[in-house]
């Protein structure tokens, strides 16, 4: 397998170098705890590696080292599409190096062949109440399907430390295979009631497998959106609640469906993955009230009256960028090409005008420019996935590529069990204390 031959070929000197490393310059000091920070969520702790992703906060997410505009730009692309292959981006995220087509595709082969999800699971899923959220739904059915884990197997039956990537490898293709099947069967059984058992065909790859199999009227169409969007949602850092649940609980040699199912859990939370359907809720809102486009002042009074009234603009800001997010950007370009004609796209183009320029004279926010939210749900909107509750599966689909991408390589470089050190309240005011 070409993703397991490129790692490996890897491993020996990355080892080296992270062991050196660590041997040499172990005792040098990163960063500095303030007492705000340690009671604030560890907010710009530096505390955490990964080498997948990084989000400059001047550039945005970076890819293995490459902008968002770099990674649509080389990335290898279907015949007749635009937006690249779902499996060329996790070969980037697992190798660190840009695929050829042919190595792209090997990756879309590898999972047509593990996307059968067994039936016990569709039988689970069934079963559950009608009014389940879908992703309690998801995230049962990733961890279901945890007696399927190669890691588990294996490391039940012995083996050393210095090989636990490459069942965790397995586990990986395996479970990112599954993971578009079972999210389109979730949304076909729980807003359409239709219980048959999707089927993944090995001549589409990932994004037309899932647009098929969720059933949309305009499947080329939001097969490219499907591509773009997983891309653009695979990762973020480890800081995130997604990344760092599933890396907190995998750092336990939990295998990946403990530790992804975990994930799930912290980004079905309203402070996480909740935000792309409020700021399309907000959008709709704005639209309803002005029957359609309003002007650029009614927009600003609206803007202003929003705030004044104690209310945030949901999609504009942002914890580390201080410019607009790349990844707005990239689905607005994407928009843009499509349906430039859409009213909420109108909207959505006329809120980036409008809103930093408000937030600015507020003063309050850091960075007003917009973020992935602020676009992401109307997108979905136009190819008619309007059920708003379901857009964070979507997220979690694509989520899936970076932390189990950030899974293997925690397994191949031996990296330990977390375990932060607590301090009591008094503990902190004796430490103020101390320094004043």
Same mark, same amino acid.
């Given at each position: 397998?070409?993703?397991?031959? #490129?790692?490996?070929?890897?491993?020996?000197?990355?080892?080296?170098?992270?062991?050196?490393?660590?041997?040499?310059?172990?005792?040098?000091?990163?960063?500095?705890?303030?007492?705000?920070?340690?009671?604030?969520?560890?907010?710009?702790?530096?505390?955490?590696?990964?080498?997948?992703?990084?989000?400059?906060?001047?550039?945005?997410?970076?890819?293995?080292?490459?902008?968002?505009?770099?990674?649509?730009?080389?990335?290898?692309?279907?015949?007749?599409? +635009?937006?690249?292959?779902?499996?060329?981006?996790?070969?980037?995220?697992?190798?660190?190096?840009?695929?050829?087509?042919?190595?792209?595709?090997?990756?879309?082969?590898?999972?047509? #062949?593990?996307?059968?999800?067994? =039936?016990?699971?569709?039988?689970?899923? +069934? @079963?559950?109440?009608?009014?389940?959220?879908?992703?309690?739904?998801?995230?049962?059915?990733?961890?279901?399907?945890? !007696?399927?884990?190669?890691?588990?197997?294996?490391?039940?039956?012995? *083996?050393?430390?210095?090989?636990?990537?490459?069942? @965790? %490898?397995? =586990?990986?293709?395996?479970?990112?295979? +599954?993971?578009?099947?079972?999210? &389109?069967?979730?949304?076909?059984?729980?807003?359409?009631?239709?219980? +048959?058992?999707?089927?993944?065909?090995?001549?589409?790859?990932?994004?037309?497998?899932?647009?098929? *199999?969720?059933?949309?009227?305009?499947?080329?169409?939001? &097969?490219?959106?499907?591509? %773009?969007?997983?891309?653009?949602?695979?990762?973020?850092?480890?800081?995130?609640?997604?990344?760092?649940?599933?890396?907190?609980?995998?750092?336990?040699?939990? =295998?990946?469906?403990?530790?992804? !199912?975990?994930?799930?859990?912290?980004?079905?939370?309203?402070?996480?993955?909740?935000?792309?359907?409020?700021?399309?809720?907000?959008?709709?809102?704005?639209?309803?009230?002005?029957?359609?486009?309003?002007?650029?002042?009614?927009?600003?009074?609206?803007?202003?009256?929003?705030?004044?009234?104690?209310?945030?603009?949901?999609?504009?800001?942002?914890?580390?960028?201080?410019?607009?997010?790349?990844?707005?950007?990239?689905?607005?370009?994407?928009?843009?090409?499509?349906?430039?004609? =859409?009213?909420?796209?109108?909207?959505?183009?006329?809120?980036?005008?409008?809103?930093?320029?408000?937030?600015?004279?507020?003063?309050?926010?850091?960075?007003?420019?917009?973020?992935?939210?602020?676009?992401?749900?109307?997108?979905?909107?136009?190819?008619?996935?309007?059920?708003?509750?379901?857009?964070?599966?979507?997220?979690?689909?694509?989520?899936?590529?970076?932390?189990?991408?950030?899974?293997?390589?925690?397994?191949?470089?031996?990296?330990?069990?977390?375990?932060?050190?607590?301090?009591?309240?008094?503990?902190?005011?004796? @430490?103020?204390?101390? @320094?004043?």
């Amino acid at each position: 397998m070409i993703l397991h031959e #490129k790692i490996a070929a890897q491993l020996p000197d990355w080892r080296a170098r992270v062991t050196k490393l660590v041997k040499e310059q172990g005792n040098i000091v990163l960063d500095k705890v303030t007492i705000g920070q340690v009671y604030g969520g560890m907010r710009d702790i530096k505390s955490m590696v990964t080498d997948v992703s990084f989000v400059d906060p001047a550039t945005g997410i970076k890819f293995r080292g490459m902008a968002i505009p770099e990674v649509l730009k080389k990335l290898p692309k279907p015949r007749g599409g +635009k937006i690249p292959y779902v499996g060329g981006l996790y070969y980037l995220l697992l190798v660190g190096e840009v695929p050829t087509r042919e190595q792209a595709e090997e990756v879309e082969a590898e999972w047509a #062949k593990r996307a059968d999800v067994p =039936d016990y699971v569709f039988k689970m899923l +069934k @079963a559950m109440p009608k009014d389940t959220h879908p992703m309690v739904l998801f995230s049962q059915a990733v961890l279901a399907l945890q !007696s399927q884990s190669v890691f588990a197997k294996r490391y039940n039956e012995g *083996m050393k430390k210095d090989v636990y990537w490459e069942p @965790a %490898l397995e =586990d990986a293709l395996n479970l990112t295979a +599954k993971l578009p099947v079972i999210a &389109a069967f979730i949304y076909r059984m729980k807003y359409f009631g239709e219980t +048959k058992k999707p089927k993944y065909n090995p001549r589409q790859d990932y994004g037309m497998n899932f647009s098929r *199999m969720m059933g949309v009227s305009d499947r080329k169409g939001y &097969a490219e959106l499907s591509r %773009l969007y997983f891309i653009l949602h695979s990762d973020h850092e480890s800081g995130n609640v997604s990344a760092h649940a599933t890396h907190l609980v995998g750092s336990a040699l939990s =295998d990946a469906y403990y530790a992804f !199912s975990a994930g799930l859990n912290g980004l079905a939370g309203p402070l996480h993955g909740l935000a792309n359907q409020e700021c399309l809720g907000w959008l709709i809102s704005v639209r309803d009230r002005f029957g359609g486009v309003p002007s650029r002042e009614d927009l600003y009074k609206f803007a202003w009256d929003t705030l004044n009234g104690g209310k945030v603009i949901p999609g504009y800001g942002h914890a580390v960028l201080r410019v607009t997010d790349p990844r707005f950007a990239a689905q607005m370009e994407f928009a843009k090409a499509r349906f430039p004609e =859409d009213t909420l796209l109108r909207l959505a183009d006329l809120v980036y005008d409008v809103v930093p320029t408000v937030l600015k004279e507020q003063g309050k926010a850091k960075n007003p420019a917009p973020n992935v939210d602020a676009i992401s749900g109307t997108l979905q909107y136009y190819y008619g996935v309007r059920e708003f509750d379901f857009y964070t599966v979507l997220f979690g689909v694509g989520r899936a590529l970076g932390v189990t991408a950030n899974l293997v390589w925690a397994r191949a470089l031996g990296q330990p069990i977390e375990r932060p050190k607590s301090l009591t309240t008094a503990m902190l005011e004796e @430490a103020a204390k101390a @320094a004043a």
